[in-house]
């Protein structure tokens, strides 16, 4: 069975930092990444990283957060640098098998205040 769990969320100020962690179990992944929704907004896409290690981000989070893996741990990270309000979402981590299966963490809460 698999389990992604997450970690790391809470309330910041602007211009703090974070670092969200995902560990997941139950199977061998390719892909590992972070997705985020707004109040009022879709779901976007945050970052993601593969097994080999090529990472894409979305231009809103360029130069300010890292995503990296552990793929031993089978564990994901974002870490968040120079946070701003409108980075204030639900952020889920997902991991994708060879399969193409896609599977979700619970989410966890960013809040930045200004």
């Known amino acids: 069975q698999v389990q992604l769990v997450e970690s790391g969320g809470g309330l910041v100020q602007a211009g703090g930092s974070l670092r969200l962690s995902c560990a997941a179990s139950?199977?061998?992944?390719?892909?590992m990444g972070w997705y985020r929704r707004a109040p009022g907004k879709q779901r976007e896409l945050v970052a993601a990283?593969?097994?080999?290690?090529?990472?894409n981000y979305a231009d809103s989070v360029k130069g300010r957060f890292t995503i990296s893996r552990d793929n031993a741990k089978n564990t994901v990270y974002l870490q968040m640098n120079s946070l701003k309000p409108e980075d204030t979402a639900v952020y889920y981590c997902y991991a994708q098998n060879q399969f193409l299966n896609r599977y979700w963490g619970q989410g966890t809460q960013v809040t930045v205040s200004s």
């Open positions: 990283v593969t097994s080999d290690g090529n990472t």
């Open positions: 139950g199977s061998i992944f390719n892909a």
